[in-house]
């Protein structure tokens, strides 16, 4: 999503994570990251792994269109709602925890989601304009998005949580974010294609 709003080219290589035991569990993957985890983004020389550190990566070194806020509390406000959502909620629906889970992988996901955006539709009610943050897409938003498509993956009940719904529907309307979506993926298996 970053990449795509800031209109930077890229080659995409895909990772399965399920095919062939994983392939994020190669001796080439885990010589690129060795978190055994995606995303990883080779640029300027570099290898960066995790979401929040390469959109980080990416605002500074390609400042437009801005992710962060340069207002100091509304810049805390989208560090707050992305780390929200990519450390407080995505890690304990990963794929790796929901291998542990066995047949109560599904009842999981959706607790560890649920739990989330009950927090996360009370903030939303007072930093929320257009989008997360105000009117402006910002890092808050990318993290936003391919959550929400976990919960659709997962079944999760979305009626509770009007304002999280209202921004993801906002922000599916911008091109970068249709191109971007997860069930738009080349490797995304057909069941979950859109």
């Known amino acids: 999503?970053?990449?795509?709003?800031?209109?930077?080219?890229?080659?995409?290589?895909?990772?399965?994570?399920?095919?062939?035991g994983g392939q994020q569990f190669s001796a080439e993957f885990k010589a690129l990251n060795p978190m055994q985890q995606v995303p990883a983004l080779k640029i300027d020389g570099i290898t960066l792994s995790q979401s929040l550190a390469i959109i980080n990566y990416l605002e500074?070194?390609?400042?437009?269109?801005?992710?962060?806020?340069?207002?100091?509390?509304?810049?805390?406000?989208?560090?707050?709602?992305?780390?929200?959502?990519?450390?407080?909620?995505?890690?304990?629906?990963n794929l790796a925890v929901l291998n542990k889970m066995g047949e109560k992988k599904m009842e999981w996901a959706q607790n560890c989601i649920t739990s989330g955006f009950q927090a996360l539709e009370q903030i939303l009610q007072h930093t929320a304009g257009r989008y997360c943050v105000g009117d402006e897409v910002s890092m808050a938003d990318l993290c936003l998005v391919p959550q929400v498509a976990n919960a659709e993956r997962y079944k999760v009940d979305m009626g509770p949580y009007p304002t999280i719904t209202r921004i993801n529907k906002a922000l599916l309307e911008l091109e970068a974010f249709k191109i971007s979506h997860p069930s738009r993926q080349p490797d995304t298996p057909a069941e979950l294609r859109a």
């Open 1 to 20: 999503l970053a990449l795509a709003l800031k209109g930077i080219s890229y080659d995409l290589v895909p990772v399965n994570l399920i095919k062939d």
């Open 60 to 93: 500074e070194t390609h400042p437009n269109p801005r992710l962060l806020p340069q207002d100091p509390k509304k810049r805390a406000q989208v560090r707050m709602i992305a780390d929200h959502i990519a450390s407080g909620i995505q890690p304990l629906q």
